[in-house]
């Protein structure tokens, strides 16, 4: 049951070869065993999980499952689940229970899954490394010293440890993707507007987008044909038809055109990141696509803009928590201002702090223009170079992140080192555009190497048919970590 | 010396929708605290806010209403600030492109015409309440409030008096009302004015304005600005310099007194909200709004002086609200137009102030005047008694008129069985009038003699005893011209 995909446990429950308290039950008692070592959980409650899965079994037992009911998967700690401390990596909503769903749980509730588990995360999705959660860091499954990548770091470890088949996530900057390829799974973030983000918390409102994590790209797709899909509650999800996701999956992919900016194999990338990644689009090659060259100038400015916008954005939105309302009020204070002061410096940590400070400063009179207004314009530059690039090719490919995993504290004391390993992913979701990481070897010290994939608008099925054909040659994202056997 | 008073009003019309500008909640006004704040108005985490279409809907109805630019775009703004009552930390509201730009509003300042224009009218929600008593030390914040629909109007500085001013709020909020899109209710707050007011010297540029917070009366707009137009030329004249501030009114103490002053002012930090999508307004929803636009006071006040030959005074008065129009249409449809103009800006609009009623509750009936004042015209009642039996009406006295609904010929029946019955029948016999006339003249020689003497006076108090001698019933043209004939020879 260990490396059973969400295809084959559909098929297993299905079957009623197996039950679904029997895989839950599983997964859960690894999740409290084995898993506490990678610290990936921050809320689990088998009791309200194992009670989901009896549902569940009464719906196969009736004839009435669907894919992916049954099966427990592990959800940020970022989305709202009605009844479950829904916290953000965050002291502040240390002490939040959701009275609400978020509708990507609501998805998953409706489609007779079984909530696994919270999982641990950087705070307010700010981070890329998972060590700025309240809750502790969160461990890589390949090297309890190294980093899982965040912010979703918590989902990506807990996939590449087999304590849940699949898991959710939300990517503002690169938080699905670079996670995905620092613990060696899959990870996609559609297009903005395709998941409602309806119940999940706020960080940068223009660019968070929730994805699933998995460890094959079927499996990836079998979860957005769950969670993708209008909803009225949020103004920027997309009226769209319905998507199989897929549909394409077994389709050959000889003659597609493989997009290779220069800017994503230049100075800054890993020997061992180059090599992985070459080697990937050459396996690509082999299957009978063509490469070309593509030049996305205004790149390199991605990472200033995001540090503008994203702050600015996050500022505003984190304003609500003052704890007049809910969430973390200082015990003792002297009056309202006293209380916001006080409540606001306990609650957040050190980064969302800087964040905070940051948005707030670019955003203030006299120099929003010079800041805010001057990132939009370059952020329509940066999109418009996809949009020049997408006219010669069907898809970019390139290294998901620079380097592979690095150490537990080896970038916390310098944020512009650490803002810098989002390079590749940024530029992704200022642009609004789909992109994906899946398991591409490993580097020099074992540790995994992401391949990333940025589609056009709304080309997540052609994306997911290039990830499965290549998985259909290569074995890289079936490989696991070592020690994880026992249950 | 004298000064020139500039003031321009900012005016909060609380939107009539049912649900919230950007939650599915009840705006209904008074529900027990927080009863009706959903997880957007508390401003859980993950919640998103929608916009509601009716709100947009009654913006474009103003808009069109006083011949302003409808945006076909334009951009919903957070304002961010921190208060207990403002749940996400920011307002939503609209900054740089509002979805309504210019326009005008006709106001009559007495019988005096004017126009003032309008900068702008945007959409917004309104924050929560503070309740700062009865918590033991600590405050109470009640939500049912956050998140109801605003449009905020705004005039440019073209009233230069509290008159004016109160006229054009009088206005405006007779055209929200009259328009649909605002119940009016000023004490539950649904229309509230911030007025900014400065002095200068003819011809000198504009002086520093102070802006005078929630005046949510009429009443206390005109003793507010009044009181610091005077505070301000006091402060100028004694040497003084007025300073930019936001000033509250105090009723009881009628004055106005610093909340806080420019230096205090708040960095808002307003950027473009990415939660909500620019708001897009097609020419096919402008259409049709426009299509089921209502005739609009101005324009039929404009008519009632074309069609019904009434002063503009008179028409202005008729055109106050749309319940008012509509009695004063059914009436003059039947009768003589002018004469119902008179009696309903006369004795029923005094009747309704009075008691504090509206023309939708009177309880005299449009056909109840229609018969009165046709009786009046074909000369079954006189003026002075038409008076009496109007308030036997409004008390009901009229038996069977109730009862008659709002069937004229069954409510003629009985109205005119209740003139016989009370005997109040004008009198027009002139053999009858003669009679009198002739009793009056005899008892009242000094008068008549004053009356040859050239005294007019005496002629009216000889008409007033022929008129006492009839208990009012007689005619009083024919006793005009009789008497004068008979004092002729």
């Known amino acids: 049951m260990l490396n059973f995909t969400i295809k084959q446990l559909a098929v297993e429950l299905a079957a009623r070869r197996l039950s679904s308290v029997e895989v839950t039950g599983f997964f859960i008692k690894r999740i409290k065993g084995l898993g506490k070592v990678f610290n990936a959980f921050i809320s689990v409650d088998e009791e309200r999980s194992l009670s989901a899965a009896r549902a569940a079994d009464v719906l196969l037992r009736q004839g009435k499952g669907c894919t992916l009911t049954g099966i427990p998967f592990a959800h940020k700690d970022i989305f709202c689940a009605q009844g479950w401390r829904t916290t953000c990596g965050s002291k502040m909503l240390s002490n939040f229970v959701a009275p609400y769903d978020a509708h990507v749980i609501e998805r998953f509730n409706t489609a007779g899954a079984v909530i696994a588990g919270k999982t641990n995360m950087d705070e307010f999705a700010m981070g890329s490394s998972n060590e700025t959660s309240y809750f502790g860091p969160v461990r890589n499954p390949w090297n309890t010293a190294a980093v899982p990548g965040g912010s979703s770091g918590g989902s990506a470890a807990a996939v590449a440890a087999r304590l849940v088949p699949a898991a959710t996530g939300t990517d503002t900057g690169g938080s699905i993707r670079q996670p995905a390829a620092l613990t060696g799974v899959c990870g996609i973030k559609p297009t903005y507007g395709v998941v409602s983000r309806y119940g999940m918390i706020a960080f940068a409102s223009s660019l968070d987008q929730a994805g699933p994590f998995a460890r094959t790209a079927e499996d990836l797709a079998l979860m957005l044909n769950t969670m993708a899909g209008f909803d009225a509650r949020d103004s920027t999800s997309l009226e769209r038809k319905t998507e199989d996701y897929t549909r394409d999956l077994s389709k050959p992919v000889r003659g597609l055109r493989i997009g290779l900016p220069s800017e994503f194999f230049a100075d800054g990338v890993a020997s061992d990141v180059a090599r992985a990644v070459d080697a990937a689009i050459t396996e690509f090659r082999k299957l009978g696509c063509e490469t070309v060259e593509v030049r996305l100038p205004n790149m390199k400015l991605s990472v200033p803009v995001y540090y503008v916008l994203a702050p600015a954005e996050a500022s505003s939105n984190l304003s609500r928590y003052d704890g007049v309302r809910y969430g973390h009020r200082a015990p003792e204070y002297v009056d309202l201002v006293d209380m916001y002061k006080k409540s606001r410096a306990q609650g957040f940590g050190a980064e969302v702090k800087r964040r905070i400070l940051i948005g707030t400063y670019v955003l203030s009179h006299g120099y929003y223009d010079a800041y805010y207004i001057k990132a939009q314009k370059l952020r329509r530059l940066i999109a418009q170079d996809f949009t020049d690039a997408f006219t010669k090719c069907d898809v970019i490919m390139g290294p998901t992140s620079p380097s592979t995993a690095f150490n537990i504290g080896e970038k916390a004391g310098d944020p512009v080192q650490m803002y810098l390993s989002d390079i590749y992913t940024i530029a992704v979701n200022l642009a609004g555009l789909p992109g994906m990481s899946i398991p591409a070897g490993f580097g020099d010290t074992n540790l995994p190497v992401g391949l990333q994939l940025i589609g056009n608008y709304f080309d997540e099925a052609r994306m997911l048919n290039l990830a499965h054909q290549y998985q259909q040659a290569t074995d890289w994202h079936v490989r696991m970590p070592e020690g994880l056997e026992e249950p | ?489």
Not at chain 2, 425 to 443: H, R, T, Y
């Open chain 2, 1 to 489: 010396m004298n000064w020139e008073i500039v003031i321009g009003l900012e005016t909060h019309a609380q939107l009539s929708t049912r649900s919230k500008i950007f939650s599915s909640a009840s705006t209904a006004f008074g529900a027990s605290p927080n009863s009706q704040a959903s997880a957007v108005d508390i401003a859980l985490p993950g919640v998103l806010p929608v916009l509601n279409k009716g709100a947009v809907e009654r913006a474009i109805r103003f808009g069109l209403a006083v011949g302003a630019t409808i945006n076909r775009r334009s951009i919903f703004a957070r304002k961010n600030y921190f208060y207990p009552d403002l749940p996400k930390g920011y307002q939503i509201s609209q900054y740089e492109v509002p979805v309504v730009s210019g326009g005008s509003l006709t106001i009559m300042v007495g019988d005096v015409e004017k126009t003032v224009r309008l900068t702008r009218a945007h959409l917004e929600e309104d924050a929560g309440k503070s309740l700062h008593e009865d918590f033991k030390g600590m405050s109470g914040i009640d939500l049912n409030r956050a998140g109801t629909p605003l449009l905020e109007i705004v005039s440019e500085p073209d009233m230069h008096s509290a008159e004016e001013a109160v006229a054009y709020a009088k206005a405006l909020h007779a055209l929200v009302c009259w328009i649909d899109i605002c119940d009016g209710n000023m004490q539950e707050g649904s229309f509230r004015c911030d007025a900014n007011v400065s002095v200068r010297r003819p011809g000198e540029p504009l002086g520093t304005r102070c802006e005078i917070k929630n005046l949510n009366s009429f009443r206390f707009m005109e003793q507010a600005i009044k009181f610091e137009v005077r505070r301000q030329i006091e402060l100028i004249e004694d040497g003084g310099k007025v300073a930019q501030e936001t000033r509250l009114y105090d009723p009881d103490k009628n004055e106005t007194r610093t909340m806080r002053s420019k230096e205090d002012a708040m960095d808002y930090r307003y950027f473009p909200d990415p939660d909500l999508l620019p708001l897009e307004i097609s020419s096919e929803l402008i259409k049709s709004i426009e299509a089921h636009m209502a005739e609009l006071p101005q324009a039929m006040r404009e008519r009632f002086v074309r069609q019904f030959g009434l002063s503009a005074y008179d028409a202005a008065l008729l055109t106050t609200s749309r319940d008012i129009a509509a009695y004063y249409e059914a009436v003059a449809g039947q009768v003589d137009a002018k004469l119902a103009a008179n009696w309903i800006n006369g004795e029923l609009s005094s009747r309704l102030n009075d008691q504090n009623i509206l023309i939708a509750d009177s309880p005299v009936r449009p056909e109840a005047l229609i018969w009165l004042i046709g009786r009046i015209v074909d000369g079954t009642i006189s003026g002075k008694i038409a008076k009496d039996v109007f308030r036997d009406l409004w008390d009901g006295k009229v038996v069977g008129v109730q009862q008659a609904g709002g069937s004229l010929s069954a409510l003629t029946v009985q109205a005119d069985a209740y003139i016989e019955k009370m005997g109040l029948k004008q009198i027009s016999d002139s053999g009858e009038i003669g009679k009198l006339i002739d009793q009056v003249l005899a008892a009242n020689e000094k008068s008549v003699a004053e009356y040859r003497a050239g005294k007019e006076k005496a002629f009216n108090a000889l008409v007033g005893q022929v008129m006492k001698a009839t208990k009012g019933k007689a005619n009083p043209t024919q006793v005009n011209e009789m008497l004068k004939a008979r004092l002729a020879k």
